[in-house]
């Protein structure tokens, strides 16, 4: 059903170049080997939750637990949302928050056999995951999570020193689309070997290599600063040489081939006495911060989201892991790195800190990574949690409409509607089978519910035209005004065939409706019909068309429609012509593998979404041919989706489990 009409449509598909390899590697290899393994979120975040009172922030921020992450390091973001977790050890994880309510809902590892895997990140649909001795690829986790990826692997670039010490690589792909890749030396202190103690970069498929920076002891965090597109990164110094020497650093790195000093520099301008007196390179370059002598900084990222107060834009959030070889431990915060209006370093100052309390650590922050909504996640190895930084959200909350709130305790709810005034109109079957029982309940803008119009059969499509909705009821259309009179528009008499199972209602703009009818469970009495303004009914197409079960409609250009087929998943379009009593159609088909296709509806921007019941899932296309992208899963059975009037979710009944679920999309 469209809930939302609109001619655009987006016109960039990053993952089409993938889409047969992809398939390919599907029907290779058995879902029987994946390595996919499901771990309980928060199962020890409810101890880790109680200490987050202990943290100390500026007024109007907030901490809470995220996801459970075992060892969490680097952080990367997928295209729909999901975000993905390297770690020190075997594994990665693919953090899954379906409901967007800011608390992720699954975490699965998607990868357990790794030397290493510490560095991720997303380009252009594709994973990268770095690892001690070389870097992989693998194609469009955010399409299906139970892809087979071991198989898939894609080794890029394998010549890595395989050393563990400061072997554990980050990761991120720079403005010009190149991979940068930090490698750390193997050692406290030593004359570096071939790549040892620098930053590389490449391109995406692994090939032109290139050292872009050298003299980098252990770098552990790097991003572009918005505005110049330089190169920071964040360095350790040497350690065993006292307390407070040598610093850690934040260094820049506008050019290839810079030098940042060591190991003929420890750290800042500080210099080990076994390499005092060996000369230097010629231009060496200094930090543009300097943080305390071994606090540790690994991971961070410059702040450019909405959420902040407005002075945060551009600054640096960097993650200090904290000591681990000072008499006193430091550390174990959130520095903010402060930037003047020529994007030059004017102060730092503690962020958030409180890890360390009284002498004793609770938590070591790792990486930063920043979320569409412009809250930060932070990832922290030693309790294997992710927290989420927000500002101001409490009193948000307390303004949220009805359509970003779950409603419970419809029965059997199947399709929905969002009126320009807010208020949202909801078909309820009832009992499926049993007449009578069936209604259209109100969601109001305050979260309130009402009948509008009760004593329907088993209402499913709804859709509003002229402030009168119209609603499919088995083998009837009805049409009812907003307040609450019901009208049949074609009862079961007026169609060509017999209505089996009338199931979707669109509206295009001359106010022509039109209804899907299902038929039986093999497709038979299948068809889509026309119901003029003069309430004349044509049959389109019938149960010969090609298309087993048709459910969702959705307008795509005058006298086209697309079609979601219930019966085997798939996605067509039906054009006709000669709209007369005879009215001949062509159909084609543009896309598949939606298990039970049912609800079809685009936002503003032309993004098509479309629901598969029988699987509790919904897919995005930036075009009808486009590969999806599952931006939702674990429903009990996602019924017909619509818009919300503001155009930032989708309005999707859960059928068996008796709820309408908002989902962000904005």
Not at 109 to 136: C, F, P, S, W
Not at 280 to 285: F, G, L, Q, S
Not at 318 to 343: C, E, F, T
Request: hydrophobic share 35%.
């Amino acid at each position: 059903m469209n809930k939302f009409k609109s001619s655009g449509q987006a016109g960039i598909t990053t993952l089409d170049q993938i889409q047969n390899y992809k398939y390919r590697l599907i029907n290779t290899f058995a879902f029987a080997t994946l390595s996919l393994i499901a771990v309980s979120s928060f199962a020890g975040a409810v101890e880790v939750e109680e200490n987050l009172s202990k943290l100390k922030m500026p007024p109007g921020f907030k901490a809470e637990i995220y996801a459970d992450v075992p060892g969490a390091r680097q952080m990367t973001l997928g295209t729909n949302g999901n975000v993905y977790v390297g770690t020190r050890g075997k594994n990665v994880y693919a953090v899954v928050d379906k409901n967007k309510d800011h608390k992720a809902d699954q975490v699965i590892t998607i990868l357990d056999d790794l030397n290493v895997g510490n560095g991720v990140a997303m380009h252009k649909g594709n994973l990268y995951v770095a690892e001690q001795d070389r870097i992989t690829r693998y194609a469009a986790p955010d399409f299906d999570l139970n892809l087979p990826f071991k198989q898939m692997r894609e080794v890029i670039y394998d010549k890595l020193p395989n050393k563990f010490h400061h072997g554990w690589r980050y990761i991120a792909f720079g403005p010009d689309e190149k991979l940068y890749v930090t490698v750390g030396a193997p050692c406290n202190i030593c004359a570096p070997e071939g790549i040892e103690a620098s930053i590389i970069r490449m391109d995406p498929d692994g090939s032109a290599v290139e050292t872009y920076a050298k003299g980098v002891r252990n770098s552990v965090g790097m991003d572009f600063q918005p505005g110049t597109n330089v190169l920071h990164f964040t360095d350790n110094g040497v350690d065993m040489m006292g307390n407070d020497i040598p610093h850690d650093e934040l260094n820049a790195a506008p050019k290839k081939g810079m030098h940042f000093g060591f190991p003929f520099y420890a750290g800042g301008n500080a210099r080990q006495k076994d390499w005092i007196s060996k000369t230097a390179p010629k231009d060496v370059t200094f930090p543009v911060n300097e943080f305390q002598a071994h606090s540790a900084n690994l991971g961070f990222k410059f702040y450019t989201g909405q959420q902040f107060p407005a002075e945060y834009q551009g600054d640096a959030i960097v993650a200090q892991h904290g000591s681990w070889n000072r008499d006193k431990p430091v550390g174990y915060q959130l520095m903010r790195i402060k930037y003047d209006a020529k994007h030059q370093v004017k102060s730092s100052e503690v962020f958030i800190d409180g890890w360390l309390n009284n002498g004793e650590v609770w938590g070591r922050p790792s990486d930063v990574l920043q979320l569409p909504d412009g809250s930060l996640l932070i990832s922290d190895d030693y309790n294997g949690v992710i927290y989420r930084i927000s500002y101001g959200e409490e009193a948000t909350v307390k303004v949220m409409p009805s359509s970003t709130k779950v409603l419970n305790n419809l029965q059997m709810p199947e399709s929905a509607i969002a009126h320009p005034d807010g208020r949202i109109f909801i078909t309820e079957i009832g009992e499926f089978g049993k007449n009578g029982d069936g209604k259209v309940t109100i969601l109001n803008k305050d979260g309130s519910t009402k009948t509008l119009v009760d004593g329907l059969n088993d209402p499913k499509g709804i859709d509003l035209f002229n402030n009168q909705l119209y609603i499919a009821d088995v083998d009837h259309v009805v049409r009812v005004t907003l307040d609450g009179k019901k009208t049949i528009i074609a009862k079961p008499a007026d169609f060509q065939d017999k209505p089996i199972f009338l199931n979707d209602i669109e509206i295009d703009g001359l106010g022509n409706v039109y209804v899907s009818d299902s038929g039986d469970d093999n497709g038979k009495h299948g068809a889509i019909y026309k119901i003029t303004p003069a309430g004349k009914v044509l049959q389109l197409i019938n149960d010969q068309s090609g298309i087993k079960r048709p459910n969702g409609l959705l307008m795509d250009g005058p006298n086209k429609m697309l079609v979601a087929d219930f019966g085997t998943g798939k996605l067509f379009q039906v054009a006709f012509a000669g709209m007369s009593d005879k009215p001949t159609a062509k159909v084609s088909l543009l896309n598949e593998g939606f298990g039970g296709a049912d609800g079809l509806v685009r936002d503003a921007d032309g993004t098509l979404y479309v629901s598969d019941w029988a699987n509790g899932k919904v897919w995005q296309l930036s075009e009808p041919k486009a590969t999806p992208q599952l931006i939702s899963e674990g429903h009990q059975s996602s019924a017909d989706i619509a818009l919300s009037v503001d155009g930032k979710y989708l309005l999707m009944p859960d059928m068996k489990a008796g709820k309408l679920v908002p989902l962000a999309i904005r």
